[in-house]
């Protein structure tokens, strides 16, 4: 144990960390170029290193020191993913770097470390505490104020402002459209007025976000005559060798779902297998299980929370499990650190597909199988990035990818050419300006407004389209408020469940759904309800009484219309409820929401 905080360097506390997770440390000398442009005062720095090479822990070691040695120099450190999927792995994590400096240097020893990715509990701390590991959604939703305390606008800016916020893989926003990578160096930006020191951590990160970001501070610089300081790190070959086993790369023009069966005999585990769809994870698992693979795990965005959350902890508290098979989806591609031997994937954009065979071969050597049958990315990839993504595979540059971070980006870069991208902004060229002259000029007198989540301006200042918030009840709840409904002609129906339960629902059984486009012919056959001859949606509603603070009112709240269910705030303030038919189970081992969008015999 070091018992003087006055001789702690960033070095030790990064051993601190390696050691307590079995590893040797290694000096990388980005770290120090990095460390040495925070002391320098950069407000933006881009963090450019290959998959598996610390970039957490380079991040992490300048708040933690601040901590250790009681010289905090920001107000809160601010970790945000791509997605809500990975949010428990990096939090557990994170609690894991925060127990090995606490036994190695006796500090900090108080410190509150939460995660929050938008939840329904009316107590929410809206990311308070000294370390906040979130979503892009919910960290720009809190920000700008959507997101508060009553009319408290700029609370939870005030907090933000003085934070070291670190952004990991914000490519991974990219959707058909490049929507959110348009509008991210304006929120970008007015994270760095407003005074938060911004680390944009990646291995993928297209040259033209990198030009977007600096062009848009200076703009802002310009206009308000004031200078900002950023910089750009990034790996040296000569310098900093990465360790990482050997990857040798297959490209195959299948199917990787014709193929789970061979590669589960002939190949090494542990073994990570990725789909496109959600579906043809779920049938892959199923397929495994019935062949007598036992060691098998489906992970994707559309379990409940609590079954996610307890499979994503697992990474974290079972460094290696040698006959374990992992299944999944695009959840995987940030923040999972394991060793696999073996990651199968089916073709995805190029900047996707580096982060998917970055998972393998981490510390001992590996292979990465891809199958390029281009039928598996309709309907969830742009197919022009696709076709420009198939003509650049090559074995030995992907290979070279996971740790030569120069030749990533060439290969990012050559995918991601201004024409393609313009070719993909085409469809959405209005719904941009309208979010653009809103967070573009919010810095002005505009962050004093009135903030009102529900016109289409706020609900698309990052992604498009609409995510919505669903519930699975238990199995007796639900039949219970199904019967009360029968028997009433009332829209609303109060429900007999006690506070503790109601929350213990809204944080264990909640997941969502992004949707592109609703429109009044939008349904969602899994969210609909059969009640007298009639299909219906029904919301869960949780919230205080008016007239007692004490007393909780819970209601369900029914309508026959998806669209009208929106507007009324269905799935932003009330959960949808899943119709329990919907949600599939293998035994008791939860599948999930596989098919949302199609009837199923319980309807």
């Given at each position: ?43 933006l ?9 610390g ?26 993913l ?29 410190i509150?470390?939460?995660?929050d ?7 929410k701390?809206?990311?308070e505490?000294?370390i ?6 919910t ?56 005074g ?96 007598g693979y ?68 981490r ?78 000029t ?9 903030r ?11 992604r ?52 592109k ?87």
């Open positions: 144990m070091v018992n003087s905080t006055s001789l702690i360097n960033y070095w030790d506390i990064v051993e601190a960390i390696v050691k307590s997770r079995g590893r040797n440390l290694q000096r990388y000398h980005y770290f120090e170029k990095f460390w040495e442009s925070l002391q320098e005062g950069s407000q720095i881009f963090l450019q290193a290959p998959t598996g090479s970039k957490t822990e380079a991040a992490l070691t300048p708040f933690l020191r601040s901590l250790i040695c009681d010289k905090r120099e920001w107000h809160s450190l601010i970790y945000v791509p997605t809500r999927s990975l949010v428990f792995n990096v939090f557990h994590r994170i609690c894991k770097t925060i127990n090995a400096c606490k036994s190695f240097f006796n500090k900090p020893k108080k509150i470390i939460d995660y990715y938008g939840g329904f509990t009316p107590f701390a809206f990311m505490g000294d906040t590991v979130t979503t892009y959604d960290l720009f939703y809190t920000s700008y104020g959507f997101r508060s305390y009553g009319h408290h606008f700029l609370l939870s800016m005030g907090k933000i402002a003085g934070s070291l916020i670190i952004l990991d893989e914000i490519q991974l926003l990219q959707d058909t459209w490049w929507y959110s990578l348009s509008l991210l160096p304006y929120h970008i930006v007015n994270l760095v007025v407003f938060a020191t911004l680390i944009i951590m990646t291995a993928t990160l297209p040259k033209l976000l990198i030009e977007e970001v600096e062009r848009s501070l200076r703009l802002f610089e310009v206009s308000q005559e004031i200078k900002y300081s950023w910089t750009s790190v990034e790996t040296d070959p000569s310098k900093d060798i990465i360790r990482r086993g050997k990857l040798n790369v297959d490209i195959s023009n299948g199917r990787l779902s014709d193929s789970i069966l061979d590669i589960g005999m002939n190949h090494e585990k542990p073994m990570l297998l990725i789909f496109n769809t959600v579906e043809r994870a779920t049938e892959a698992y199923r397929q495994l299980m019935k062949n036992n060691n098998v795990m489906l992970l994707h965005s559309r379990l409940i929370s609590d079954v996610r959350k307890n499979r994503e902890s697992f990474f974290e508290t079972n460094p290696f499990n040698r006959d374990l098979i992992v299944v999944a989806t695009q959840v995987v591609e940030a923040g999972l650190d394991y060793d696999f031997k073996t990651v199968a994937t089916e073709i995805s954009p190029i900047d996707s597909l580096i982060q998917r065979i970055g998972r393998c071969a510390k001992s050597d590996g292979i990465a199988l891809i199958f390029k049958d281009l039928e598996q990315t309709k309907h969830v990839y742009p197919q022009i990035v696709i076709k420009e993504t198939e003509k650049i595979l090559d074995k030995h540059s992907l290979a070279e990818s996971v740790k030569n971070v120069s030749v990533a980006f060439s290969l990012v870069n050559a995918v991601y050419s201004k024409d393609i991208v313009e070719e993909l902004k085409k469809e959405v060229s209005d719904e941009l300006r309208g979010a653009l002259s809103f967070i573009k919010f810095p002005t007198n505009k962050i004093f407004k009135r009102d989540l529900f016109n289409e301006q706020a609900q698309n200042i990052l498009l389209g609409t995510e919505i918030k669903c519930i699975l009840l238990p199995q007796e709840i639900y039949q219970r408020i199904l019967e009360d409904m029968r028997l009433s002609e009332k829209d609303k129906i109060p429900v007999e469940l006690s506070f503790n339960q109601a929350i213990n629902l809204l944080n264990q059984n909640t997941l969502s759904l992004s949707i486009r609703v429109s009044k012919g939008s349904e969602i056959p899994a969210l609909k309800h059969q009640v007298n001859d009639k299909e219906i949606y029904l919301l869960f509603s949780l919230a205080f009484s008016a007239t007692d603070s004490d007393d909780i009112i819970i209601e369900i709240i029914k309508h026959d219309n998806l669209f009208k269910a929106i507007k009324y705030q269905g799935g932003i303030i009330y959960p949808f409820i899943i119709n329990p038919s919907s949600y599939l189970f293998e035994e008791d081992y939860h599948l999930g929401l596989v098919k949302p969008y199609e009837k199923t015999a319980g309807m």
